[in-house]
């Protein structure tokens, strides 16, 4: 009886070792299946912990106008011009954009008149200190300013003596990188215009690029 209980105690701890055995190897699976979905998480926040900062204004806390009126840069007769066209409705465009590497958006104006909507006076207003300063003005009509890619991209028409507004003899691309604390030319493309005999709206000949 002694012997029959000896064998029958061997085999339950043999039993209970390969039980304890099957539970290690269960348990290790169990870690290399869950180890993934704890690198998860880990995986879709890194991108964050290196992307750019969120400007801190939104283009709503931004008085494009009254920035233009009590700018000290902008010319008297931009200022006096700039007037509501219709009701409250002024000639501005405003475009938000990172121009400057900055943590607020860069604001860009573009005053307009209000009959033909020619562009007379182009800004850009960086947040510094919690206050836009004026960084770049143009105020050789007809111009206009856009954001490109993080690139200011201005647009002069070119006219010489006898052109009519409509028909301009030429067009000017200008391509501004910021840089440091200023923006920097980057590319000059002219274009002169063939006028068409009738009359018609002149169409681009063959412009020449120039760098700078």
């Known amino acids: 009886m002694k012997a029959g209980s000896s064998a029958i105690a061997g085999l339950a701890a043999l039993g209970l070792f390969a039980s304890v055995l099957a539970a290690c190897s269960a348990g290790g699976t169990g870690a290399r299946d869950e180890g993934p979905a704890r690198s998860d998480p880990v995986a879709s926040t890194a991108p964050a912990a290196t992307a750019s900062p969120a400007p801190t204004k939104t283009p709503q ?3 494009a106008v009254r ?6 840069k902008v010319s008297t007769d931009i200022k006096r011009d700039l007037k509501p066209c219709v009701a409250n409705e002024y000639p501005v465009d405003v475009s938000y954009g990172n121009l400057t590497g900055g943590a607020a958006n860069d604001v860009v104006v573009n005053v ?9 006076g182009t800004y850009v207003y960086r947040d510094e200190g919690g206050k836009y300063q004026n960084v770049f003005q143009a105020e050789e009509p007809p111009v206009y300013a856009e954001i490109d890619r993080g690139d200011l991209v201005v647009t002069k028409q070119v006219y010489e003596k006898g052109d ?3 028909s301009p003899s030429g067009e000017e691309v200008l391509t501004y990188r910021w840089s440091t604390d200023r923006f920097a030319l980057q ?4 274009t002169d215009y063939s006028h068409a005999v009738d009359g018609a709206s002149p169409v681009p000949s063959d412009g020449a690029l ?3």
């Open 67 to 72: 920035l233009v009126q009590d700018d000290p």
């Open 187 to 190: 590319n000059r493309i002219h």
């Open 61 to 63: 806390s931004v008085n």
């Open 112 to 120: 307009m008149t209000c009959g033909d909507a020619v562009g007379i």
């Open 210 to 212: 120039s760098a700078p």
């Open 164 to 166: 009519s507004v409509a």
